[in-house]
């Protein structure tokens, strides 16, 4: 099974920060990685599709990159209502989520 | 526009089982799969199974001995069966819908709270 772990875990930073968020699989996705916004007692919201597409309707501050096992997911300035805990999802081999880094305004 | 809506029952005894419903609309399920995701409270989340566009079943392996997914096209309804529930079983169900094999999960339903206890 391919195993996902995201860094950090806990993240806090300022308004118009540029955050960054990793996901590193345990081999090689072939960029099938997702990143999914969830905020507090609402689903998962699909932000960035195989590694770099930005979903329909998704704010263009929001960004990803990277290959093999190693991906990240940008915010290029952080807003209030990006307050949410970010998962990502490999699909190269049946679905894995990573456990999520949550981000908190400074 | 697409949606899905998850059902059943907030509280399931410990060795009993689970039955919950996915009502879909917006689109087909002879054209879509639709896919079973639960996150336990304030935990990650974990793939649990999926029902494909043809009608065939792939199922999380820790859980396959456990678990049945079926669904009844013509009430676009998924059905999602666990047996042998135990308090590790407690989390929110999610369905989401996979509109092709490649596809990212798009839309997801609000979720259903199970828990599990005497």
């Known amino acids: 099974d391919i195993q996902m772990t995201q860094s950090p875990s806990f993240l806090s930073a300022s308004v118009g920060e540029r955050v960054t968020l990793s996901c590193r699989a345990s081999q090689n996705i072939n960029k099938y990685l997702d990143w999914y916004q969830q905020k507090l007692g609402e689903a998962p919201k699909l932000l960035i599709y195989?590694?770099?597409n930005l979903h329909t309707g998704i704010p263009s501050r929001f960004s990803g990159s990277g290959s093999g096992t190693d991906y990240t997911l940008t915010i290029s300035s952080l807003q209030p209502e990006d307050v949410a805990t970010y998962f990502c999802?490999?699909?190269?081999?049946?679905?894995?989520f990573g456990a999520g880094t949550k981000l908190e305004l400074k | 526009q697409v949606q899905l809506k998850e059902s059943g029952p907030g509280l399931v005894q410990p060795s009993q089982t689970l039955s919950l419903t996915c009502t879909v609309s917006g689109f087909s399920l002879t054209s879509n799969s639709v896919h079973w995701v639960r996150q336990p409270p304030g935990k990650g989340l974990e793939w649990v199974g999926a029902?494909?566009?043809?009608?065939?079943?792939d199922y999380n392996s820790a859980l396959k001995s456990r678990l049945s997914i079926s669904r009844d096209t013509s009430k676009s309804q998924v059905f999602l069966k666990m047996n042998s529930l135990q308090t590790e079983d407690t989390a929110i169900y999610f369905c989401?819908?996979?509109?092709?094999?490649?596809?990212?999960?798009?839309?997801w339903g609000q979720g259903v709270m199970v828990t599990v206890s005497s």
């Open positions: 029902i494909w566009s043809g009608g065939s079943t």
């Open positions: 195989n590694t770099n």
């Open positions: 989401t819908r996979l509109w092709r094999t490649v596809a990212p999960f798009d839309y």
């Open positions: 999802l490999q699909r190269n081999s049946w679905y894995t």
